[in-house]
């Protein structure tokens, strides 16, 4: 906020908007993601299921699990999901992400077209 005020006060307008912009941009961002309900799900082990030792294997690495089933059952067939107010349509997230590209296009093509103030 004090760079958005510092460039009105000197006059620099192209600099200001997009400071501005940026600030609405990624607080509504925020808002609408930062609203959301994070949810994790895994299914439960069967009663008297033995250890769920076992391997995740990548495109490099390998990864050795070992543990009760339930915990290695969260790492590899656990889920998380983010619940939005605005579903199945989520035309918060839409709006939001019009915004941000908005806001990108602005400070790419805008700012270097800003009339310089150093002469």
């Given at each position: 906020?004090?760079?958005a005020?510092?460039?009105a006060?000197?006059?620099?307008?192209?600099?200001?908007?997009?400071?501005?912009?940026?600030?609405?941009?990624?607080?509504?961002?925020?808002?609408?993601?930062g609203?959301?309900?994070?949810q994790?799900?895994?299914?439960?082990?069967a009663q008297?299921?033995?250890?769920?030792?076992g391997?995740?294997?990548?495109?490099?690495?390998v990864?050795?699990?070992?543990?009760?089933?339930?915990?290695?059952?969260?790492?590899?067939?656990?889920?998380?999901?983010?619940?939005?107010?605005?579903?199945p349509e989520?035309?918060?997230?839409?709006?939001?992400?019009?915004?941000l590209?908005i806001?990108?296009l602005?400070?790419?093509l805008?700012i270097?077209?800003?009339?310089?103030?150093?002469?």
């Amino acid at each position: 906020m004090g760079t958005a005020v510092a460039c009105a006060l000197v006059g620099d307008w192209w600099c200001f908007c997009c400071i501005v912009l940026g600030i609405v941009a990624s607080g509504l961002s925020c808002f609408v993601i930062g609203s959301g309900r994070l949810q994790f799900s895994h299914p439960e082990p069967a009663q008297g299921a033995p250890r769920g030792d076992g391997m995740l294997i990548l495109d490099q690495d390998v990864v050795l699990l070992r543990g009760e089933e339930g915990a290695v059952n969260s790492i590899t067939r656990g889920r998380f999901a983010l619940h939005f107010s605005s579903e199945p349509e989520y035309r918060n997230i839409g709006f939001c992400s019009m915004l941000l590209t908005i806001q990108f296009l602005a400070q790419l093509l805008l700012i270097p077209q800003a009339p310089s103030s150093a002469s």
